[in-house]
């Protein structure tokens, strides 16, 4: 999806009259997203985290002295900004190990799929890696340059860059979302999670973003344990190969440590001219 736009024109009607407290609105057995679900490619198609985001809690839910180990995602078209449905399929459960999919629907189209893989909670000695990072007000809120439109993802998070310049990898960063994925819900720290990790390589992109876009059709993350509430840190490399692909990855971490891994395939395209 490239970007036809570069100055804001009126909002979807959806979109310009639901309030900018969270990503969805809930309505009966679906989810209305409002206009801070929207990426950076295309004004009428989502950010990835959101959506990633939304179907992670549906596989939560009714999960019980189980964590979630692998949540992958897969983008089968792109997410409109639009009332979705999520449908949820029991695909194995076992004494240990129980694995669950989640379908994301636009009307009766698929999507978005999620596969999640659940282990049995037992105890584990507690352990944490990694050094100390520096805290997250040690740098200014970093903005994403390449949004063409007032209103989007980029309003919704809060990000940190600790190792300046942006534009290149590795480099680190913490980060956090503003509001909560569904009104008058709290969000999990696995979701939060998703709603961030999807944008590692607009964290450390693999090209200039002015130039090229990157849009990924995957996305898998790892959870050695439960995050903390808060601020999630990021530390990122990314890279286009010379096939029109490229990839992503970060390890993951809160503030006691490092918790997790994500990974993303990359589609490299040059941005139509303007």
């Not at 206009?35 to 809690?57: E, M, N």
């Not at 999960?63 to 992958?72: F, I, K």
């Not at 076992?94 to 799929?113: F, H, I, S």
Request: with cysteine; glycine share 8%; aromatic share 8%.
């Amino acid at each position: 999806m490239s970007s036809d736009a570069t100055s804001e024109s009126p909002e979807p009607n959806q979109a310009t009259d639901l309030p900018s407290t969270a990503f969805y609105l809930p309505e009966g057995d679906g989810f209305v997203s409002t206009v801070l679900t929207r990426g950076p490619w295309d004004r009428d198609f989502q950010h990835g985290g959101p959506p990633s985001a939304l179907l992670t809690t549906v596989l939560l839910d009714g999960v019980e002295r189980m964590s979630l180990a692998r949540v992958t995602l897969e983008f089968l078209r792109p997410v409109p900004i639009a009332t979705l449905r999520v449908k949820v399929e029991e695909v194995t459960e076992g004494r240990t190990v129980r694995r669950r999919k989640a379908t994301l629907l636009a009307g009766d189209r698929p999507v978005l799929e999620a596969r999640a893989l659940f282990i049995r909670d037992l105890p584990n000695p507690a352990e944490t890696f990694g050094d100390p990072w520096p805290a997250p007000d040690s740098q200014s809120p970093f903005t994403f340059p390449f949004f063409p439109w007032k209103r989007g993802y980029h309003q919704a998070v809060d990000v940190r860059v600790l190792d300046p310049p942006w534009g290149k990898t590795p480099v680190r960063c913490w980060a956090r979302a503003r509001v909560p994925l569904i009104h008058g819900r709290p969000t999990r720290p696995e979701a939060h999670t998703l709603i961030l990790a999807d944008a590692e390589s607009g964290m450390g992109p693999p090209v200039d973003p002015m130039q090229w876009t990157y849009l990924n059709p995957d996305l898998t993350v790892y959870f050695g344990r439960l995050p903390a509430a808060g601020w999630l840190g990021l530390d990122i490399r990314s890279f286009a190969g010379d096939l029109g692909g490229g990839l992503s990855e970060a390890r993951l971490r809160d503030e006691r440590g490092v918790f997790g891994r994500s990974a993303q395939s990359l589609v490299v395209q040059q941005r139509d001219p303007e």
